[in-house]
Nanobody, 112 residues
């Protein structure tokens, strides 16, 4: 099993980024997927989740209306579109399968 995140980087406040998580080694379309983030000195926290077929989505209150989780089961990839980014969104972002596997993380830094 492998989950590989990409798309992080440095962005100014108010900007946008799209994170991707490419999955392999398991039947992707059978599992829910989630994005978590961990800021320096803080615990890892759930950001958004999506069900196996993409029908159900949930978001942390702090990102509702700004972030959108989606998936492409044909491409074995889950995405996190992040708009109107704030300094407090700075963190390492991880994807996780409902089977318990984690990616290595991608850094997102929001700063002017």
């Amino acid at each position: 099993v492998q989950l590989v995140e990409s798309g992080g980087g440095l962005v100014q406040p108010g900007g946008s980024l799209r994170l991707s998580c490419a999955a392999s080694g398991f039947t992707f379309s059978s599992y829910g997927m989630s994005w978590y983030r961990q800021a320096p000195g803080k615990e890892r926290a759930l950001v958004a989740s999506i069900s196996s077929l993409g029908i159900s989505r949930t978001y942390a209150d702090s990102v509702k209306g700004r972030f959108t989780i989606s998936r492409d089961n044909a491409q074995n990839t889950v995405y996190l579109q992040m708009n109107s980014l704030k300094a407090e969104d700075t963190a390492v972002y991880y994807c996780k399968s409902s089977g318990g596997y984690w990616g290595q993380g991608t850094q997102v830094t929001v700063s002017s």
